[in-house]
């Protein structure tokens, strides 16, 4: 199994990039590509392998491979639909959507009907906390959400996550603040 590749971007389309490793050329498909990718970077992969296919398809940050393999675990979701969600907004922004149980935004992503959208929401809400960085909830979860209104993202946090100190919400967010404010 490839968990991630680490190479140069040597041709790109629409929905996805040439990566060469070590002399050999990979074709991702992703939603991640742009002009601003640094030649040299890391890309954590997705396999999906069928009788008939063998897809590979990279993300730029382990949480957007997260969000899409959970997408795929509802039914209805295939891997086309999870990249056309992914290219609707940032991780923290979908997860945002999969809290709020907004299914227009889901309906509004081409070839997702309302059902799979519904479908979407019912069966990820509860995985929220998985991809919030572990967070178990309570106090964990409000420490997130209050970061997160104060503008840092969810890249952000969860670099800093582990080293969080405190027991009450007030110490915990002190203490992500001071850690944030130095890097």
């Known amino acids: ?8 971007v040597v041709g790109h389309g629409l929905d996805y990039i040439y990566l060469e490793v070590a002399g050999v050329g990979y074709k991702l498909l992703t939603v991640d590509w742009s002009p ?4 040299q970077t890391t890309w954590w992969v997705s396999e999906i392998i069928r009788e ?5 398809y990279g993300f730029l940050t382990i949480e957007g491979k997260n969000l899409f393999e959970l997408l795929l675990s509802v039914s209805g979701v295939g ?8 290219s609707t907004g940032t991780t923290d922004r979908i997860l945002g959507q999969i809290a709020q149980g907004n299914v ?5 992503v081409s070839g997702i009907g309302k059902k799979t959208a519904q479908k979407i929401i ?5 995985s929220l906390g998985s991809l919030a960085g572990g967070l178990s909830g309570g106090v964990d979860q409000e420490v997130h959400e209050a970061l997160t209104s104060l503008g840092y993202n969810y890249d952000q946090i969860t670099r800093i996550w582990s080293e969080v100190a405190g027991e009450t919400l007030e110490a915990k967010v002190k203490s992500a603040l001071r850690l944030l404010s130095k890097r």
């Not at 601003?36 to 030649?39: D, F, G, I, Y």
């Not at 008939?52 to 590979?56: C, P, S, T, Y």
């Not at 227009?104 to 509004?108: A, I, Q, V």
Request: without cysteine; neutral net charge.
């Open 52 to 56: 008939d296919k063998f897809d590979l």
């Open 36 to 39: 601003a990718v640094t030649p």
């Open 104 to 108: 227009d935004y889901f309906n509004s």
């Open 1 to 8: 199994m490839i968990a991630f590749l680490k190479g140069e």
């Open 122 to 126: 019912l069966e990820l809400k509860g």
């Open 79 to 86: 891997p086309k639909s999870a990249l056309k969600v992914l």
